[in-house]
């Protein structure tokens, strides 16, 4: 059975109880993006502003559990200044790490591939939130923040 | 009400209580109010059907076909004493209580109810008793109106007539699967008739846990759950008063529920098979009176009383051993509650509570239990929900106690 | 398929049918297109089930909901591997087959379908895929269309582009539960899509008798029920593209099927949530899971092949014991056909034929089967039904053959 | 187990090969009326003369097995000539002797005062599906012919 430290590492604790880039962007020039988790109610707010394919800065707000709030704020940590293909590849490599295929029972091929890629990405802090895998109920937590940020980029392109 | 019910001897008739977890851990059951646990006799029963009377029911001519209709059949009269229902026919087979609720808003609600018309709900239900109602709000317009919450986490029928009047329906829970608050129904059926209104009782948390009459509620529609009363998964009850029913058109099509079919048009069978379209969950219902009957053997009376009890016990113990730092959402009265305890700690997140504790054999739910808007009105986007059942004991409340503290210990380190 | 399928030994696992009934008599039991018996495995399922993992599902953060969860969607992922579903999440599970059509009928109907659309039907439909668009007809005026029969029992086909032209949905059952008539289900389907029409199975039939591919069918909905494939009751499949399922409006409201619910509106989950309001059929999923895996030991084409010789035999045994007297109603041609034998004698009405054949053990159903359009065009008012599976062998048709001579003997004395 | 001569005695056999009163009548001045069991699809028809409160003549149509077929022919016979009245309570004798009672549950007392009543009843030839009782499917098949002739009778009151 799994242990309590595998899930809830320190350094997820650290960005739970004090977390990054917490707060609200102005709207525009901003975008602001919601998401949640229609089992358990977590909510991830996004803003995201987006200067010439970048992500200039990004703000959290919303509720939930340690680790849909930590992963939140290591997410914001991790993409300020990225370009958006740079979040498309780090947001690959961080669902393969969650075990988050396609649910396409032809999918099997897919997952190699994904793997290979996933070497050559640092997740650095990110890498802390790898024993949410053993607890798969807690996936959804992790990765609340990651779709959410990838639906903002979509709104914001769609927008401009 | 002779000798109270003792949890503890009430478990060993539960398989899944009775053992260690695979690995070794204890099991503590506290999530009832999402589903409970069968006795051995549930799957007995069922098993029986299976490998001595199985057939499909109403259309074999041979022994085994009447055999099965007779089980079948019986489960539905069953059903019917339990919950005081003057006419078997009035007891309706579903799949959960999901259904029953979406049967109502869809063909007694289509017949009935257009744009403008008033469905009067309240702040403590579950998405069964409100999505059904968004539906037709938004299909044919009609008009929600909310019964809020008192200070203590009951209903507030301080402007009742205010909000039943010119109403066509008026449904409810009989008791909150978050807060575990008791609804006074034969208060709001009555306001409800008065203004010429129908009364629907979403019973799935009262039938479980408290004696049911349908009667002397004076309600004209109650829907209950199959699994939350000891009984399997796939099937529900939707109980009404006949007149009602006959009134009603159809729901779904296909066998069973017919007279007579022709290419060009059909005609519908007479009560209760008018609303129970193809094969109907057979070795449900057998399974289903199967717990009932566990329960009528325990007395439903002294299943409350237990329940009392061991939520009072809970109470104490939870506010001796937390105090302010845990917040207990729902009545403090006892006579006005159930064994629901929704939970809520200054630091940890209920999640969080929920797999701490989970790490200890205690199973209890995180989240918004089905029941989003009373989350918003009550502040919190979810909590943690520890509920009890006639196989729990003060053992229970302890290693749910125990398991808070270790949960605060383990996040203030 | 290497070596015959022995229904003698296949008989063996199932308890119902191992043994003499409780008074000392012998069971042969041919209603299999009612309702299939269960093995021991699917019992057993259900049972570890209720023993050793149950919880809700979806909901809990604690380990029991999550094995119970685990166990529900793994029996989604064995129904849509044997069906051939590109996707699970185009796997909804359903109370009963029946559903599964008015769930389509109700929600794509709804939402494609107005005055003067046409949906085809065919002559040998049961009511489960008659009823509902009968409603709609009735409701928002559809019109039907109508495939009609072969002299052998078979769907005329010689006018089906003018029939499909036009249409929106080609509705049609891939075997026929009075006939044993195979459709040719994927030149229907090219048809219905050269026409611009969606196509639907009705695979109530198919599915528990020959291998199922939704793909190489080129269907686009597909229904099946759970206890004909030797699952338990409470349960039924639809199976749909998940493109037509994304587009698809929600169908029944409540808990499990919402992303969000507010006071004043809600959100839909994704698929196949979406279709699956309430607490599921959990253990109806296991058992039907286990009822597959049973038939995939077997090897679904040893199951036909098993049937196509146990059906020669019985038209053999039959036509040489009865000659003209016995009518057997269904195509002649055996790769046409399945084990479904319609049979009428000159002097003994179908209900008596069952009723005498019971007292000889064998279980045989009298009456219209869920079918009166059919039983119209045949011009009978009901035949007496003797079907196979896999759990029969010669011994039972002899039986069947018996009985029957002792049926005519006694009607003719 | 009750054995097959319990339900079809030689005089239901009887009634069955040779039906009495088979055949229709002219629509008006007789009512036509059908009644079919949804679970097998036996279908009976009954045409009915009343004059002055009185069955002046009846006849019977449709199709089924032996035990409807029976009980529409002998039904038939037994109500010629009978007054509204003497139909009501003969078909509420017929109706005890096949078990038949409100579903209500609160239907204990109606049952002893039924049996009170049957005992007065000459049932004749009707007597021989007593056995019907012991194949409580079957029932159906022998009070399909009972409940179309009272809807015969309400529907041709109710034209009158
Ligand atoms: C062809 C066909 N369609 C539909 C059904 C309905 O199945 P169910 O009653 O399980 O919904 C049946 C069986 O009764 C059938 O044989
Ligand atoms: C008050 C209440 N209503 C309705 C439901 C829905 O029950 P089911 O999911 O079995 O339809 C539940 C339980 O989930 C409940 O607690």
Not at chain 1, 49 to 76: F, N, P, W
Not at chain 1, 89 to 96: E, N
Not at chain 2, 128 to 152: C, F, H, K, Q, Y
């Amino acid at each position: 059975m799994p242990g309590l430290e595998d899930l809830y590492r320190e350094i997820i604790l650290d960005h739970y109880r004090n977390p990054r880039n917490r707060g609200e962007l102005p709207v525009p020039p901003a975008h602001r993006t919601e998401g949640f988790n229609p089992l358990c109610g977590d909510e991830v707010v996004v803003f995201l502003e987006l200067t010439d394919g970048k992500v200039t800065d990004v703000r959290i707000a919303g509720q939930g559990c340690s680790i849909s709030q930590s992963s939140a704020s290591m997410m914001s940590s991790a993409v300020k200044g990225l370009s958006i293909e740079e979040v498309a590849r780090l947001t690959r490599a961080f669902k393969d790490m969650m075990s988050i295929h396609e649910s396409s029972l032809e999918g099997a091929d897919a997952d190699s591939e994904a793997e290979s890629e996933l070497e050559e990405i640092e997740l650095g802090d990110l890498e802390a939130l790898r024993g949410v895998v053993k607890f798969p109920v807690r996936i959804k937590c992790a990765t609340l923040s990651w779709n959410t940020l990838s639906q903002a980029i979509e709104d914001t392109l769609a927008d401009s | 009400m002779d000798h109270p019910l003792d949890g503890t001897v009430v478990k060993k008739d539960f398989p899944l209580l009775g053992d260690l977890r695979p690995d070794g851990s204890p099991l503590v059951y506290l999530d009832s109010a999402s589903s409970a646990q069968k006795p051995q006799s549930v799957l007995d029963a069922m098993d029986d059907l299976y490998c001595t009377s199985y057939a499909n029911v109403h259309r074999g001519v041979y022994r085994l076909g009447v055999e099965a209709t007779d089980r079948y059949e019986g489960a539905r009269r069953t059903v019917a004493r339990f919950i005081g229902a003057p006419h078997e026919r009035e007891v309706i087979f579903t799949k959960n209580v999901t259904e029953a609720m979406n049967l109502v808003a869809r063909t007694w609600g289509a017949a009935n109810l257009g744009a403008g018309d008033v469905v009067v709900l309240s702040d403590m239900e579950h998405h069964a008793n409100i999505v059904p109602w968004l539906m037709l709000a938004e299909s044919v317009g009609i008009e929600l109106r909310w019964i809020g919450l008192t200070d203590d986490y009951q209903l507030d029928l301080s402007n009742l007539d205010q909000l039943v009047d010119g109403a066509k329906l008026v449904s409810v829970t009989a008791m909150s699967n978050v807060l575990g608050s008791i609804t006074d129904v034969r208060t709001i059926a009555d306001a409800a008739h008065s203004a010429g209104a129908l009364c629907m009782v979403d019973a799935a948390q009262w039938v479980p846990h408290l004696p049911t009459d349908v009667v002397a509620m004076d309600c004209d529609f109650l829907g209950f759950t199959g699994h939350k009363v000891l009984g399997p998964t796939g099937i529900g009850v939707l109980w009404a008063r006949s007149e009602i029913l006959d009134a009603m058109p159809a729901f779904l099509g296909g066998g069973e529920m017919i007279r007579d079919v022709r290419k060009d048009g059909w005609t519908v069978n007479e009560l209760p098979w008018k609303f129970e379209a193809g094969t109907p969950p057979i070795a449900e219902a057998v399974g289903l009176a199967a717990g009932i009957e566990y329960l009528e053997t325990l007395g439903m009376d002294r299943v409350r009383a237990h329940e009392v009890d061991l939520t009072a016990y809970a109470l104490d113990t939870l506010t001796a051993r937390f105090g302010d730092t845990l917040t207990i959402h729902g009545p403090s009265d006892l006579s006005a509650r159930g064994g629901v305890l929704s939970l809520a700690l200054d630091e940890v997140h209920p999640h969080d509570i929920s797999q701490v504790l989970d790490q200890h054999g205690v199973c209890v739910r995180a989240g918004h239990h089905c029941a989003k808007p009373l989350m918003r009105e009550l502040g919190v986007g979810a909590t943690a929900r520890a509920s009890l059942y006639v196989y729990n004991d003060r053992s229970d409340v302890d290693a749910l106690a125990d398991a808070l503290a270790a949960t605060v210990e383990f996040f203030t380190l």
